[in-house]
């Protein structure tokens, strides 16, 4: 059996504690995967005086792959946000969030199955701000027709490939002419252009958007959103099937990709072991997945099922961290996990 050589980023706060579950759950499971640690965030600044080290960017590159926990950003100190950069530096510019409802965890809503699609490399999250003079800055949005029609492209390919109907595009192109009017006439473009007759295309103004989402999300299929707005919504539609502690994510490039939760660094609950290391796992899971689809590697995808099914078990029974309404620890719901393997 091939063993996939991952580079393992523990990451900041509740970081360390989801991984180290998360980890323990696939080594029970038999996925073949061989860690790599290095490290990104405070952490990296504490041990090797920068945020984002080469050595963790050259370790990415080498083995194409990584599983990530949060990185805390200081706020409003000189520190560029270290997913940014990293996003940014190996141009993993697709962001996927599958949010869905999960087996025992009953929301206000039902049947939520979608997918947020977030351009991961431009846009207002360029990070050029300047100080104009005294009491005056600006921040400038980046957005160009490449990376526009890219994620575009990605978007409906995503959709095809998945069996999914609807890509609806949120923006603000009424205010943002250029840069979200860019933004909308590429995904147009790449719809009516490039052979995706099979996939509706819908477009909606971002503020009434959320609107629609809050008042039926089941609605919606896969959404695609320009930096900044993705952001935002993706926790949003986190709190449609349960939190934070449910949303795995991936950023996938050209040539690199990089699986990692939705949730930050949760410095409230960090240290005290109770966070919920699902959505790391579920990462995990999209990360298996990648490897079966992109290396062929049937064997991944058989542990990924085995593991989805674990966890879908043990929520079905009750067995659920706090943020759920549970009572089970960070390693507790690892245990739980593993004993359904
Ligand atoms: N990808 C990343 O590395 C990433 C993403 C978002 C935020 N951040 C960073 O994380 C730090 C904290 O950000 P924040 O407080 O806005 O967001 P957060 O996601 O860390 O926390 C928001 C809330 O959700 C809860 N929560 C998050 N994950 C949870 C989990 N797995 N189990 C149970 N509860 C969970 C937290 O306790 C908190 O109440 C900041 O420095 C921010 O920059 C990093």
């Given at each position: 059996m091939t063993t996939h050589q991952i580079v393992l980023i523990p990451g900041d706060g509740i970081g360390p504690e989801v991984a180290s579950a998360t980890t323990r759950v696939l080594e029970e499971a038999g996925a073949p995967l061989e860690w790599f640690e290095q490290h990104a965030g405070v952490a990296a600044l504490e041990s090797q005086g920068e945020v984002l080290p080469v050595q963790t960017l050259d370790a990415i590159r080498e083995r194409g792959l990584a599983l990530k926990g949060p990185c805390t950003t200081p706020v409003g100190k000189g520190f560029t946000s270290v997913n940014v950069q990293l996003r940014k530096r190996l141009d993993l510019y697709a962001a996927v969030r599958p949010v869905r409802n999960l087996p025992g965890v009953p929301t206000r809503y039902e049947g939520v199955d979608l997918v947020v699609i977030r351009e991961n490399t431009?846009?207002?999250?360029?990070?050029?701000?300047?100080?104009?003079?005294?009491g005056v800055v600006t921040s400038l949005k980046v957005a160009t027709e490449k990376a526009s029609t890219r994620i575009a492209r990605w978007a409906f390919q995503y959709a095809r490939e998945r069996g999914r109907k609807k890509v609806t595009v949120m923006h603000k192109a009424n205010i943002m002419k250029l840069t979200d009017g860019m933004f909308i006439r590429c995904a147009r473009d790449v719809h009516a252009?490039?052979?995706?007759?099979d996939i509706e295309h819908e477009e909606l103004i971002i503020d009434a958007g959320c609107m629609k989402l809050v008042q039926d999300p089941t609605r919606f299929d896969v959404l695609l959103l320009e930096n900044l707005y993705g952001d935002v919504l993706s926790d949003l539609c986190a709190g449609f099937v349960g939190g934070l502690g449910v949303i795995p994510g991936a950023n996938i490039g050209g040539e690199y990709a990089v699986f990692e939760a939705v949730h930050g660094s949760a410095p409230d609950i960090a240290g005290k072991g109770v966070a919920n290391p699902l959505a790391l796992l579920m990462s995990a899971v999209m990360l298996l997945n990648h490897i079966a689809d992109t290396r062929r590697d049937e064997s991944c995808r058989d542990v990924a099922g085995r593991i989805r099914e674990a966890y879908n078990r043990a929520l079905s029974e009750g067995q659920k961290t706090r943020d759920l309404g549970g009572a089970l620890d960070t390693e507790a719901f690892a245990s739980a996990v593993i004993a359904r393997l």
């Open positions: 431009e846009g207002l999250y360029s990070g050029i701000e300047n100080e104009i003079t005294d252009n490039e052979g995706f007759d």
